[in-house]
């Protein structure tokens, strides 16, 4: 099975030592040379000739299949910790070899192997490069992704795929996938710009608007492009640092483009200098294009110019009713005291 990956010191594995829990037969221990639909190629002793053990034989259900292979912690170790510290392409390249190296397993149920392909495709994708993840993605056992890997996975290679159509410029083929994502455009819809997406999580939201701004952006329409680019920057902006970081960028590009802005137009000015702004006090300025960085100023806010002789408005309502409560607490006062000095004037003449 050919596999798109980089190259390693590590010659390919031709069995690897495992533990296999058997329905009946206990828990043997051994190699496994190969697997497939059918089940797993098992030898009780290194070298030599294995045997086909059916999956109906082992015990688990359906991808939960009890093969336990030894060398998982290990092998996955050094591109998971290239992964964890953001060495993107380092650890595509850790994960292909891992890939290639233990392509003997592919077939098994939840195989590492296949594990270490989705880490490598989502590796390449945190690391921008679309054309190896296209390469990879095409390559029959990016397959077994799908078919060999649980639940877990499949949500985020959806979207792994939807990058791939970047990295082989197939704006129609991105444009017919992200359909699947939109609501209908029917009744008052028919009225918005772009149609809205299904209700999903912000994170996958901002990765949509994304990649239809690409799509805008190549049809020539900068206005939906960059209202899908700010859309998608203030959904990641706060827990996708990567997303939020790509999408203002391609925001800042857009507007450095706007013919408004060569000439000087205060308005456009204002705008691209906010957005570089905010990048380089969220990011830094080390990601930023470097005919960007000019513009990561604060903005000049205008603000109204009050003359020196201008009235100021007084709030005649409170004005007027504050002494109002004032008298009418008055009038109760008088009241009271005239109550008080009348018992007074009786008891007196009592005595």
């Known amino acids: 099975m050919a596999i798109a990956t980089a190259g390693s010191a590590m010659a390919q594995v031709k069995e690897t030592p495992a533990t296999v829990g058997l329905m009946e037969g206990g828990n043997p221990r051994g190699y496994v040379q190969g697997a497939n ?11 030599s000739r294995g045997n086909l053990i059916p999956y109906a034989q082992i015990r688990g259900e359906g991808l939960n ?13 050094e591109p998971r910790a290239l992964f964890d510290s953001g060495e993107y392409a380092e650890a595509a390249k850790a994960f292909g070899a891992v890939a290639r190296n233990y392509a003997i397993i592919l077939g098994l149920p939840q ?46 290679h959806e979207y792994q795929k939807l990058w791939a159509f970047l990295g ?25 710009p772009a149609p809205n997406f299904n209700d999903l999580p912000a994170a996958e939201v901002a990765q949509l608007a994304y990649l ?44 450095n483009e706007d013919p408004l802005l060569k000439a000087e137009d205060r308005a456009a000015m204002a705008e691209i200098q906010s957005v570089a702004y905010l990048f380089s006090k969220r990011f830094g300025s080390d990601g930023m294009p470097e005919n960007i960085k000019k513009f990561a100023v604060r903005p000049e806010v205008a603000r109204p110019v009050v ?27 008088k009241k009271d005291d005239k109550k008080n000095d009348e018992k007074k004037d009786k008891k007196k003449g009592k005595e």
């Open 37 to 47: 639909d059918q089940g797993v190629i098992f030898a009780t002793s290194a070298g």
């Open 111 to 156: 195989n590492f192997a296949s594990e270490a392909l989705f880490f490598q495709c989502e590796s390449l994708l945190r690391a921008g490069n679309y054309t190896k993840l296209a390469q990879v993605l095409d390559s029959p056992a990016s397959a077994t992704i799908d078919s060999k890997l649980g639940e877990y996975y499949k949500k985020s």
């Open 168 to 192: 082989k410029n197939d704006i129609e083929g991105l444009r017919a996938a992200l359909a699947a994502y939109q609501k209908p455009v029917i009744g008052e819809a028919k009225l918005l």
């Open 65 to 77: 299949k009890l093969v336990r292979l030894d060398a998982r912690p290990e092998a996955l170790a």
């Open 307 to 333: 003359a020196e002789d201008a009235e100021i408005p007084v709030d005649t309502n409170s004005a007027e009713e504050a002494p109002a409560e004032a008298a009418e607490g008055g009038e109760e006062e």
């Open 212 to 255: 239809r701004g690409k799509v805008y952006e190549a049809d020539g329409e900068t206005d939906n492009a960059k209202d899908d680019y700010y859309r998608a920057f203030t959904l990641a902006y706060g827990n996708k640092e990567l997303m939020a970081k790509l999408a203002m960028g391609a925001v800042m590009l857009k507007l």
